[in-house]
């Protein structure tokens, strides 16, 4: 049995289970990046780590209860890649079910992985780079990331031996890349990355924003008086949906092929929002008090009180052409 056709059985076996059992804390993921069947597998060998540290076992004692090289298992456990056949051995050993480790997996939260600042460093200061290891996340290989980006196979290579020399990615025979990272990926929001990350989610919410006429995707934008209360319990809420888009996507990836799926962005935040300091009433230009009559209204706004706005009427000699200056 080939090692493709063992890792399709175990997203399979992964995707069952899921649907069987689906806890809306099971899954912990970065802000753009999705679970994919290997970030899945990646879940069952996090499992096996706690497993090991619990029983006091270290790579070179499994290594010898699998009759192998402590070399090879610390490669298995690095690139999270191995047969069914292998991945049962090691339930073996460790005296534990298969069953039992999927358990473990989807209870235990994901381990956020944080880059040394200087990765982060390295990777700002070539954003191609930084591109390339986003891509690689959302299932691209190297040759796609190629022809996406017009890039002749030499640049995709020297971006990809760039991302090797960082620990990032090992490129393996026929130029295979192989991510050498624990999902998911939690980036530093006021780090080197800072500008990428809020250029991409500026430009990505100011195409939402200008599409949203023209598709049948929603954009929503509102501000409202709550109570913390009420905001706790929809904080809940918009975390149980951001699990649940995580999930479904984990999901299809598992059981759709590539060529059916296409990448999906979500952004959500909520937070307390300081009305005077986004939308300000500049000072208008100084008119005779002769031509201007001024009047004071109070409105409600999102703070404590109120607040006075005011307006200019023209005076005219015709009603008509009376119009307000705002």
């Known amino acids: ?21 689906i806890k809306n804390d099971a899954f912990m993921s970065l802000e753009d990046q999705t679970l994919s069947p290997e970030q899945e597998l990646g879940g069952l060998f996090r499992a096996l780590k706690q497993v090991l540290k619990a029983q006091g076992i270290r790579y070179r004692d499994l290594a010898e209860m699998l009759n192998t090289s402590e070399v090879t298992v610390k490669r298995l456990f690095q690139e999270q890649d191995c047969k069914m056949s292998r991945l049962l051995d090691i339930c073996g050993a460790l005296g534990i079910s298969f069953s039992d480790l999927m358990k473990l997996a989807d209870q235990a939260p994901a381990e956020v992985t944080v880059l040394p600042l200087e990765t982060e460093q390295a990777l700002a200061e070539l954003p191609g780079l930084f591109s390339c290891l986003v891509l690689l996340f959302s299932g691209f290989d190297a040759r796609a990331i190629g022809h996406y980006n017009r890039l002749p196979p030499a640049d995709v290579y020297l971006y990809m031996r760039a991302l090797e020399k960082l620990g990032l990615v090992r490129i393996g025979a026929n130029d295979s890349v192989h991510l050498l990272l624990n999902m998911p990926v939690r980036w530093r929001l006021d780090g080197p990355l800072h500008k990428i990350l809020v250029g991409v989610n500026q430009a990505f919410i100011g195409q939402a924003i200008s599409q949203e006429h023209d598709s049948d995707f929603p954009f929503y934008s509102t501000s409202r008086l709550f109570s913390q209360q009420s905001i706790r319990q929809l904080k809940d809420d918009i975390d149980k949906l951001y699990q649940r888009y995580q999930q479904q996507a984990s999901l299809d990836q598992m059981f759709y092929p590539p060529e059916a799926l296409e990448p999906f962005k979500m952004v959500t935040t909520m937070m307390p929002f300081n009305v005077p300091a986004f939308l300000m009433c500049r000072p208008l230009k100084r008119l005779k008090t002769s031509e201007v009559n001024i009047h004071f209204v109070s409105v409600p706004l999102i703070t404590d009180g109120y607040f006075s706005v005011w307006f200019l009427r023209r005076v005219c000699t015709s009603q008509e052409n009376r119009r307000l200056l705002h």
Request: net charge positive; charged share 5%.
């Open 1 to 21: 049995m080939t090692a493709v056709v063992c890792r399709i059985l175990i997203c399979i076996f992964v995707a069952i289970y899921l649907l069987l059992s």
